[in-house]
C-alpha cells in the first residue's frame, strides 16, 4: 500500500473537507496577522529597525526551535497531536499580541519574544504537517485537490489583507495601536479553528510505522552538488543573490513605505 492511500473511503471526503478550510483558516490569519507585525512596531513607536529586525530575527530564532520538531513528532506519538501543538503556540502568541495591543504597552523585548513563539509554532508544524497530509489526499487527486486548496488559501491571505488595512485605515491614527488588537484577536480566532480543524482529521499509529527512513547523507549531497553542471550552478548562483538580495531589503519595506513615503494603511495595503 503506498502512502496517500490509508483513509478509509468513508474518512475521505471529511478530511480533504477539513485540510481545504484549516488552509482557508490560517491564510486568513496570515493576512490579517502576520502581515501586519512590522506595521505594529512602527505604531508602537519602536523605530524602523526593530520593525525590520521582528520579521527576521523571530524567524531565525524559530528556525532553532524547530529543530525540536522530529523529538516532538516522536515523543506525540503523532502527527496530529505534534502539529496541534505547535498551532495552539502560535494561537497563544497571538492571544498574547492582543493583550499587548489592547493594553497598549507594546515594548521591543517582549514583542521579539512573541514573535518568536509565533514563528517556532508555524515552523515546527509545517514539517510533520506535510508528513501527515500525504496520507490524508490519495496521490491520483493532490495536484488538482491542492491547486483548488491554494486558490482559495491566496484568497484568504487577500481578504485577512484587506480587513486589516481597511480597519486600521477606518479606526485612523489616534486608536492605532489599539486597533491592532483586533487584528491579531481575529488571527487568534482563526488559529484556534485551525486547532479544531486539525484535531477532526484522521490519523492511525501505522502511519507512524510506515515512514522511510531518510537515505543519503550531507557528504552525498555536496557531492552531487558539485557534479552539476556549468548551467545548473549558475541558476542556482543566480537564485541565490536574488534570494540574498531580497532578504536584505524585504525587511525595511515597511519601515520605508509608513515612515519615508509617510503612506496611510490603506495605500500601504495596496502595495502588500
Known sequence: MTRGQYVEPRFLRRNLHWVAWEGVAYSVMVGIGETYLAAL??????????AGLITTVPVVGGSLLQMLSPWGVGYCKSYRRWVALSVGMQAVSLVWLTLMTHADRVNTWELFAVATLYWAGGLSAGPAW???VEHLV???IRPTYFAKRSRYCQIGVLAGTVAGGVLLRWQGAQYTVTTFAWLFGIAAVCRFASVTLLTAQ???PSWMQREPRPSGSITNNWRAIADWDHGTRSLVLYLMAMQTAVYISSPYFTPFMLRVLNLNYLQYMYLI
Open 41 to 50: 512596531s512602527l505604531a508602537a513607536g519602536l523605530g524602523g529597525l526593530v
Open 130 to 132: 506535510n508528513a501527515w
Open 138 to 140: 490519495p496521490r491520483r
Open 202 to 204: 484522521s490519523e492511525t
